[in-house]
């Protein structure tokens, strides 16, 4: 199993982004996948998650800014952010859920990413 995300740089407040995570090694449908993101100094926290033919969920700072979506052909999960502030400035990680369901800690996921920096900055 691997992850690998892209799409990181640099962004500028109020602007977008996009990052992609690809994955390998296992059946992309079967599992819930989310986006974590950790800032220097603080914990690793979640973003958004979703599964195939399941809801998408958020963090509540997304608060309607970033959109997560999955494309089961191409194996690989998408998050698009909006309306970009600094606080947004981390390293975002995808992962894979143990299950299928609103897994939002990340002692529910069993297989990261090494992640993917941008920063926020004018």
């Known amino acids: 199993v691997q992850l690998v995300e892209s799409g990181g740089g640099l962004a500028q407040p109020g602007g977008s982004l996009k990052l992609s995570c690809v994955a390998y090694?296992?059946?992309?449908?079967?599992?819930?996948m989310s986006w974590f993101r950790q800032a220097p100094g603080k914990e690793r926290e979640f973003v958004a998650g979703?599964?195939?033919?399941?809801?998408?969920y958020y963090a509540d700072f997304v608060k309607g800014r970033f959109t997560i979506y999955i494309d089961n052909d191409k194996d690989t999960l998408y998050l698009q952010m909006n309306s970009l502030n600094p606080e947004d400035t981390a390293r975002y990680h995808c992962?894979?859920?143990?299950?299928?369901?609103?897994?939002?800690?990340?002692?529910?996921?069993?297989?990261w990413g090494l992640g993917t920096q941008f920063t926020v900055s004018s």
């Open positions: 979703a599964w195939s033919g399941g809801r998408p």
């Open positions: 992962a894979r859920a143990r299950t299928r369901n609103y897994a939002r800690t990340p002692g529910e996921y069993d297989y």
């Open positions: 090694g296992f059946t992309f449908s079967n599992y819930g």
